[in-house]
């Protein structure tokens, strides 16, 4: 061989190994520590406030919300399905806003958009205006979690995401915990200042929302190349190691055709179906958990009270989750038994013959909906490169996902509530076995592809030819022979 040839081979060697320096020192690690330490406690807090305010008008239901103002049961679910029309339709539109922007203002800004819209729920009086605000709520929340996810994806290299997603994800969860303590607490306000305490819920809880906005102003960071919190030294090798590990190292403009190869690509489209599946279940066990568990026979205040528990319980799966997830560096399998956890739930609370087991299913159903999802809202994120077709791959996932919402707040209507939403909750089995295919699918689908690019990529290495520039890297993104999916 040549010496050409040898550092022709030495070049292709070390393009098919990008991590073989694994970026895992201590210095690292106190790289990644500082950048937790600023990403995460604000994101985590203001999704768990997204969260809490879309989910509060099933704790307000019971509180009295549509009877004091002539909601019937069948507007209700409207009202609830309205709020996802919203989320769905501004979607992209908020994600391709921040790609030209700046995450620093952006996501404070929808923070205080949705803080006032929620305080508004509090101030409605009929049937339309409930109508109009949930739709406004839905519209201004639509950017936050893909945003969020996009801004992780350009701090954290690929395998290091999915943990920092379960952990922001885990807002949800708590949100629904922190909701029934609220509700209960709140609650006790009725009739001060002559309001109900359902409206105290809204008004309340939007207020706070507000005024942590405010504060995330000052604390939300920017994109990774120009972070202000990191000195100069730090934000080097911040780049290096992102640019070791994928795109998101680079400063890539915003370009049109990325958007097109995100609609092209079979992939994407199977991540949001992925998230369909179970959006259904997670919007309607966050929507009508309260609803469901004082069918079981418990006061008002009592079941506010028991949405805690299975919540916790959810919290502490997803963080146990990701952690083994996140050890294994694998995603799929995780995702397929989170679903069956979750399907187990349902059986249970479907057959059960006592308020006491059918209570014990719900908590399977919480812990296997919540963890599927943490997993599966990080994976597009780890796995699709170039960094306007990812910021429009996630939200792909999302507003297709939410579709499920939408389904979900239709599913479960009045005259399908006998026996504890039996039939909505059948449904919601074949959605979660709906999910495990999918899941497979994008698992077997992606492993084939990665045993393709090895065996073309140890072909190429046998000839000592280079297939790619880092220029044709970037140009490639996940098509490049070089990337692989992580399962």
Known sequence: ?????????????????????????????????????????V?????????????????????????????SAPAYN?????????????????????????????????????GIV??????????????????????????????????????YRRRERSWRVGVFFGGAALAGAFGGIFAYIIGLMDGVGGRRGWQWIFIIEGTLTSFISLVAYFIVPTWSHQAKFLSEEERSQLLDRLRADSDAGSNQSFQWSSVRSAFEDHLVWAYAFLFHGFSFV?????????????????????????TVPPNIVASLSIWGTIWLSSRWNMRAPFIIAAAVVAIIGYTILI????????????????????????????WPGENVSG????????????????????????VYRPSLSSYLYRTPNLIAIGYLLSAIVMATYLWVMMARENKRRERLLADCNSKGDLLETDEDKLRLGDHSIFYRYQL
């Open 282 to 306: 997670l919007y309607s066990l966050s929507l009508f958990l309260p609803t469901i568990i004082a069918g079981l026979g418990f006061k008002t205040w009592e079941a506010q009270l028991m």
């Open 43 to 71: 994101l985590t807090l203001m999704y768990l406030l997204s969260f809490l305010d879309r989910t509060n008008i099933g704790n307000a239901k019971i509180d009295g919300l549509t009877t004091d103002i002539g909601v």
């Open 387 to 410: 960094q306007t077709k990812r910021a429009v791959a996630v939200a792909m996932q999302i507003t297709i996902g939410d579709f499920g919402a939408i389904a979900a707040c239709l």
């Open 78 to 114: 409207t009202a609830l399905a309205i709020y996802f029309v919203g989320y769905v339709l501004f979607e992209i539109p908020a994600n391709i806003i921040l790609k030209r922007f700046n995450p620093r203002l952006w996501l404070p800004t929808l923070t205080l958009a949705w």
């Open 351 to 378: 057959t059960g013959k006592t308020p006491g087991l059918q209570y014990f299913g719900v908590h399977f159903a919480a812990a296997g909906i919540y963890t599927g999802n943490s997993l599966l809202l990080s």
């Open 118 to 155: 929620s305080i508004g729920q509090g101030l409605v009086s009929n049937q339309a205006g409930l109508f109009g605000i949930r739709f406004l709520l839905g519209a201004t929340e639509a950017g936050l979690f893909p945003g969020v996810i996009y801004v992780f994806s350009v701090y």
């Open 1 to 41: 061989m040549t010496t050409s040839d040898s550092e022709k081979s030495f070049q292709v060697e070390a393009r098919a190994d990008p991590l073989k320096h694994n970026h895992d020192s201590a210095q690292d690690r106190r790289l990644l520590r500082k950048i937790d330490l600023r990403l995460l406690p």
